[in-house]
Nanobody, 115 residues
Framework: QVQLVESGGGLVQPGGSLRLSCAAS????????MGWYRQAPGKQRELVAS???????NYKDSVKGRFTISRDNAKNAVYLQMNGLKPEDTAVYYC?????????WGQGTQVTVSS
């Protein structure tokens, strides 16, 4: 059974940085594009960044130049380095395949950007 566990969230001041991690159990990592998603209160969940098995990346326009997605297939892990955080980045962040599979959604990790 596949399980995705996100970690690394927290409270940070505007302009600060956080590094999110996603650990996967089950054999999905090496064959799938992976993505980081976020859901802010009252808003729909959205794709923030994705990375293919070859390491090709794509980003939502509002995070380009600030966020970096990476993966380590040997460790079944995907990361999201977030720099220059803004209050509008506040959300629960999730990892999943891209496109996402309903059964893979985990609990997510809360990121709050506030002074």
């Amino acid at each position: 059974q596949v399980q995705l566990v996100e970690s690394g969230g927290g409270l940070v001041q505007p302009g600060g940085s956080l590094r999110l991690s996603c650990a996967a159990s089950g054999g999905i990592f090496s064959i799938n594009t992976m993505g980081w998603y976020r859901q802010a209160p009252g808003k729909q969940r959205e794709l923030v960044a994705s990375i293919t098995t070859r390491g090709n990346t794509n980003y939502k326009d509002s995070v380009k130049g600030r966020f970096t997605i990476s993966r380590d297939n040997a460790k079944n892990a995907v990361y999201l380095q977030m720099n220059g955080l803004k209050p509008e980045d506040t959300a629960v962040y999730y990892c999943n395949t891209a496109p996402p599979r309903l059964r893979y959604w985990g609990q997510g990790t809360q990121v709050t950007v506030s002074s």
